[in-house]
């Protein structure tokens, strides 16, 4: 048909444009249209299909929640009758009975409570060292590997000589110095004496970021647009830098926790009377042949929670890795 001829045809009888939708239709086989997910939504779906990291999750939830509550009273509810420190000398190493679920200690207190708010203390140290010593590593590595140069080499032999350090030997010792000249309890004496000693994969593992970011466009915008250092560092570097600070501070929490339970085992870490998991373990080294019990529990209790981070921090490092592949549908 000729360009006259279709300018005579009525606008009413001319021929509408079509458009074609080239969108995935939904299918009984494939489900609805794909769509894009964000990063969020894809770590999620990733992080769901680790059952282990979720059962983990749930666990430590469930295990924070216990070990806070324990001498709580919620809605008329407790999880123990007893305090942590309320002895009776008639019911002293008793077996585990319905009055007391995991029996009694050398001084006739009630041991699940013990174990609970144990629980409480051994987890309060391991989150705090990971927080602070994860700030720590973070500003050293960030400064190290945005600057480079004669920056980055200082402050890496720095962390080199602390990482050459054997920190058991120091953490006695530094424990005990810290007792004498720093004011605060033993507890807070715990947490800067691991955290002095813990910051160093962080540093380095950030370092590594930030020296493969340093060079990227949206790096180079930034400062050509004028924005300071520290407002590129901090503010357009730092969160692409989150995914492995999270992973790295998921496994310093069990790290902490261990370590800190073999400070207090040796007797140079939280001073009695309050309890922590390797305590427990320590009052009870005389009693592992006719009461078990004693040692079973505190340990079992390490033994999950440091399980089960791991296995928290595995499913976050899979979920947030860039070069997992997830097929949405």
Not at 10 to 38: F, I, K, N, W, Y
Not at 60 to 77: H, R, Y
């Amino acid at each position: 048909m000729r360009d006259d001829e279709i300018q005579r045809i009525p606008a009413a009888t001319q021929p509408l444009p079509v458009e074609v939708d080239m969108r995935p239709t939904a299918s009984p086989e494939h489900g609805p249209r794909d769509r894009v997910l964000s990063t969020k939504e894809l770590a999620w779906r990733r992080f769901k299909r680790h059952k282990l990291a979720v059962g983990s999750a749930v666990l430590l939830i469930i295990l924070t929640l216990a070990c806070i509550l324990v001498t709580f009273n919620v809605l008329g509810f407790r999880l123990s009758q007893y305090n942590y420190h309320q002895q009776n000398l008639f019911l002293r190493v008793k077996q585990p009975s319905t009055n007391h679920l995991f029996g009694t200690d050398q001084l006739g207190r009630d041991l699940f409570t013990r174990v609970l708010y144990g629980g409480r203390i051994s987890l309060m140290v391991g989150v705090t060292v990971a927080l602070s010593a994860g700030v720590i590593g973070a500003v050293v590595g960030a400064v190290a590997g945005y600057y480079g140069g004669w920056v980055d080499n200082i402050l890496m032999r720095v962390t080199d000589l602390f990482l050459a350090i054997p920190f058991l030997v120091v953490l006695l010792i530094g424990s005990k110095f810290l007792d004498k000249f720093l004011p605060g309890g033993s507890v807070f004496h715990t947490v800067v004496i691991l955290t002095l000693f813990f910051w160093m994969p962080d540093a380095r593992i950030v370092r590594g970021v930030y020296l493969s970011m340093k060079e990227k466009e949206y790096v180079e915008a930034a400062r050509a647009s004028g924005a300071s250092d520290g407002r590129i560092m901090f503010y357009h570097m730092l969160p692409n830098a989150m995914g492995p600070i999270t992973v790295n501070a998921t496994l310093l929490v069990a790290a902490a926790i261990l370590t800190e339970s073999a400070l207090s085992f040796l007797g140079y870490g939280v001073q009695p009377p309050t309890p922590t998991w390797g305590q427990l373990l320590n009052n009870s080294r005389q009693f592992v042949t006719t009461s078990p019990y004693l040692i079973w529990f505190p340990g079992l209790f390490i033994l999950i929670t440091v399980l089960a981070v791991n296995f928290l921090g595995d499913g976050l490092r899979d979920a947030i890795d860039p070069h997992q592949k997830l097929s949405v549908g």
